[in-house]
């Protein structure tokens, strides 16, 4: 194959996050075990979907809702102070899976991140971590 037909390739690949759309699929398939893949996949696919499309669920991910969030950021913050350090934050986003987050969020600089500020972060990084539909 010519470099430049293998560029295009990956090119392609690349601008339509074929390499996360299909690591989501599989994430799922793993961690649900559906007893029917195929319509597994073809409903996550449609929930991608809407989530990319639907305002109401916008910043949700295919994996974890607010609740989700929510509880998380519980666990990190075990004191009840209504804030996680930066060290912390960066663990949730471990966590979670997501690589590609705003390590400077609000609060940083004090070391103290608030609950609102975490749930914003990490329902934008979760969003764009999923987004795999152009």
């Known amino acids: 194959m010519s470099t430049s037909r293998q560029e295009k390739i990956e ?9 996360e759309l299909i690591s ?3 994430t799922a398939l793993v961690y649900k ?20 499309e ?16 929510v509880a998380l950021f519980g666990l990190m913050d075990v004191t009840g102070q209504g804030f996680i350090t930066k060290s912390q934050y960066t ?3 471990k966590a979670l899976g997501v690589s590609d987050f705003n390590e400077h969020p609000l609060g ?19 969003r764009k971590s999923t987004s795999t539909f152009s």
Do not use: C, M, W
């Open 54 to 69: 639907d305002e109401e669920t916008y910043g949700e991910s295919a994996f974890f809702d607010e609740h989700n969030l």
């Open 108 to 126: 940083h600089d004090l070391d103290k991140i608030s609950k609102n500020a975490f749930l914003r972060e990490a329902k934008n990084a979760l």
């Open 91 to 93: 663990q949730a986003f």
């Open 24 to 26: 989501n699929i599989t």
């Open 11 to 19: 090119r392609y690949l690349s601008e339509n996050k074929i390499a």
């Open 33 to 52: 075990r559906p007893d029917d893949p195929k319509a597994f996949i073809v409903n996550f696919l449609e929930k991608l979907k809407k989530l990319r």
